[in-house]
């Protein structure tokens, strides 16, 4: 897992991103491996890889949602871009 090579504000946004639960299987993204990769650049955005459980997820925008608000807790991240 890329979690060992995480610098530490990374590593905090991958922690918060622990607790974002997919509410249609009760389980986090990270732990669903749906989580690809997590990096904060040199102006405080947080670039988020990740994919859904299905395509077409219905609730593809929940999760987005969810997501940023989870990085958006770490201090000094500033925005979130989803890929």
Known sequence: MFEESLLPKEKGVY?????VIDPELGVSLVDL???YSVEVDDQNV???NWTLTTMGCPIIELLQDMIKKAALQVDRVKNVKLN
Do not use: E, P, Q
């Open 15 to 19: 922690d918060a991103l622990k607790n």
């Open 33 to 35: 491996g749906l989580i």
């Open 46 to 48: 947080c670039h988020i």
